[in-house]
C-alpha cells in the first residue's frame, strides 16, 4: 500500500496560490460534509476540501498533489452507494459544484458539451428549449462527471444505453497534471486506442474527467406508462423476459416486489396494488404506433397472467408514477425510521433474470430478512435493499450480499450494474475478472504511478 503524505499548511498556501482563497477550505463543515455518500460505507474526512472552477486549476493541482504523493478524490454530488466517492487516504477531496455550466449546446449534432458538476436533471431543464434530452437516469441528481465516472445507468438504460453509451468525448486531468482531450464529436470514431471508455467507468482511479460532449435525443412526442400487476415475481420477471424478446422497444421497464408497491401506496397514495407489479415506458414518433405497441404489451401481460394493467398517455398520471418510482429510497428512509439501509445491485443476462430473483427470494426467506427488491429489469439489473438497526442485521444484509453477487456471476452476470465498484464491490473483482485485473492494475501504475488518485477504490487490499 502507498505511503501518502499529509497536506501541511504549505500545502495549503500553494492551493490557494493556484485556486484562489475561496476555493480552498478546511472547515470543519465542508470536510463532514464530503465524508461519505449515500450508502452504509463509514465515513473517512479529507484534510483539505478544494472547489476549482476551471480545467486548468483541476490539473495544476493534480500536479502539485502528485509532486508530494497526496492523495486525491474527485466529488460530484455525494449520491453514489458504493463509498466510490469517500476520501479514504485523506488528503485533497475535490468538489466540481462549480464547475456545473453548459459549455455548449451543439443542437443541429444532438449535443451538448457541459463541465463535469452539472446535474444531469438542471442538465435536461435547460435541454427542454431545445426539445432535446440527455437519457441516463440514475434517478437522484448526480453529476454528469460522476455519472460517467461510474458508468451510472438508470431507468432508461434498456432503450437508450448506459453513461457510457451516451458520451463522444471528454476531456480528462491526468495525475500529473497533463490535460488530454479522449474521444471525438464525430458520431463515427475509427482512430486509435479507445480511450475515451478507458476513462468512462474508472471511477477517477486513472484520471478527473474536466468536461464532456454528450449525445442527445428529440424529447419524444408520444409517451405513456404502464403499470401491471402480477401474483408473484417469477410472472412478472417471465413477462419481463418476453417483453424484450418481442421486439417492442421499452424506454424503461422497472420492477417492484410486493412490499415496495404496498409502501409507495401507503405513502404516496400511488394507486398501486399489493403485489409485484412492472412499471414499463413507451416512446413513439405517432399515435398509431404508440397504440400498436401498448396493445402487444397487454396480450403478452395478460399471456402472463396479469391481474390487473393499466395504460395512460396522461402527462400528469405518467409523471407522478415515475416520481414515486424516482423517489423510492427515499420514501423507503421515511418509512423506516431509526434504520439505515443496506442497498446492493447486480445485473445478469436478461435470459438468466429470473433464476436471479428466484435466488434473492429463497435466501432472503431462508434467513428470514426483510428485504426490497427493485430494479431495472429490462436490463437484467436488480437492487436489492436491506433495512438494518444492529450490528447483527447489518452483518446478514453483508452475507446475503456476498451470496448474491456470487450467484450473478455464476449466472454469467457483474458484481454491480451500475452503482460501480467503489468500496464496496472491490473485494469481488477477482472472481469477475480473473487475470484481467492485474491488466487494470498495470493500466493503472501507468497513468498513475504514485497512486494518488482515488485511492482504495476498484482493487482489493489497496
Not at 71 to 85: C, F, K, Q, S
Request: aromatic share 6%; proline share 6%; glycine share 10%.
Amino acid at each position: 500500500m502507498t505511503t501518502y503524505n499529509p497536506v501541511t499548511p504549505d500545502i495549503i498556501d500553494a492551493l490557494r496560490g493556484i485556486l484562489g482563497a475561496d476555493a480552498v477550505s478546511v472547515a470543519q463543515a465542508d470536510i463532514d460534509l464530503h465524508a461519505r455518500d449515500q450508502g452504509h460505507h463509514p465515513a473517512h474526512p479529507a484534510e483539505v476540501v478544494i472547489f476549482p472552477t476551471t480545467a486548468e486549476g483541476v490539473a495544476a493541482t493534480l500536479k502539485l498533489a502528485n509532486a508530494h504523493c497526496i492523495p486525491v478524490t474527485p466529488w460530484g454530488v455525494g449520491t453514489g452507494l458504493e463509498g466510490n466517492a469517500i476520501p479514504v487516504r485523506g488528503g485533497i477531496l475535490m468538489s466540481f459544484e462549480k464547475m456545473n455550466k453548459i459549455v455548449a449546446v451543439h443542437a443541429d449534432d444532438f449535443q451538448v458539451t457541459v463541465q463535469p458538476g452539472i446535474g444531469h436533471k438542471d442538465l435536461n431543464a435547460e435541454l427542454a428549449r431545445f426539445g432535446l434530452f440527455f437519457p441516463p437516469d440514475p434517478g437522484a441528481n448526480a453529476t454528469v462527471g460522476g455519472m460517467l465516472a461510474n458508468n451510472a445507468a438508470g431507468i432508461r438504460t434498456v432503450k437508450y444505453g448506459a453513461s457510457k453509451d451516451n458520451v463522444l468525448k471528454m476531456q480528462v486531468a491526468l495525475a500529473d497534471g497533463r490535460l488530454i482531450s479522449v474521444g471525438s464529436r464525430s458520431v463515427k470514431q475509427a482512430s486509435g486506442y479507445d480511450l475515451l471508455h478507458l476513462f468512462v467507468g474508472s471511477e477517477g482511479t486513472l484520471g478527473v474527467i474536466t468536461e464532456a460532449t454528450l449525445k442527445l435525443v428529440p424529447v419524444p412526442t408520444h409517451m405513456s406508462a404502464v403499470v401491471a400487476h402480477f401474483s408473484t415475481v417469477t410472472a412478472a420477471v417471465e413477462t419481463v423476459v418476453a417483453v424484450r424478446g418481442s421486439g417492442l422497444d421499452p424506454a424503461a421497464l422497472e420492477l417492484i416486489d410486493a412490499a415496495h408497491a404496498k409502501m409507495l401506496r401507503e405513502t404516496e397514495g400511488v394507486p398501486l396494488k399489493d403485489y409485484p407489479t412492472l412499471f414499463m415506458e413507451f416512446h413513439a414518433a405517432l399515435p398509431e404506433t404508440l397504440e400498436a405497441g401498448l396493445k402487444s404489451v397487454r396480450e403478452i401481460c395478460e399471456e402472463l397472467g396479469v391481474i390487473e394493467f393499466r395504460a395512460t398517455t396522461d402527462t400528469a398520471e405518467r409523471k407522478r408514477l415515475w416520481h414515486a418510482r424516482h423517489h423510492s429510497y427515499e420514501i423507503m428512509v421515511r418509512s423506516h425510521p431509526g434504520k439505515q439501509f443496506f442497498i446492493m445491485d447486480v445485473a445478469v443476462p436478461i435470459s438468466a433474470y429470473p433464476d436471479l430473483i428466484s435466488f434473492v427470494e429463497t435466501v432472503t426467506a431462508r434467513d428470514s430478512v426483510t428485504a426490497y427488491m427493485i430494479g431495472h429489469a429490462g436490463d437484467g439489473n436488480i437492487h436489492v435493499e436491506f433495512p438494518y438497526d444492529t450490528p447483527e442485521s447489518f452483518e446478514r444484509a453483508m452475507k446475503l450480499n456476498g451470496e448474491i453477487v456470487m450467484q450473478a456471476l455464476k449466472l454469467g452476470g457483474t458484481a454491480t450494474g451500475e452503482h460501480g465498484v467503489g468500496l464496496g464491490k472491490a473485494k469481488y473483482m477477482p472472481y469477475e475478472h480473473g487475470e484481467s485485473l492485474d491488466v487494470m492494475r498495470a493500466i493503472k501504475a501507468t497513468l498513475d504511478p504514485n497512486g494518488i488518485l482515488n485511492p482504495g477504490k476498484v482493487f482489493p487490499n489497496e
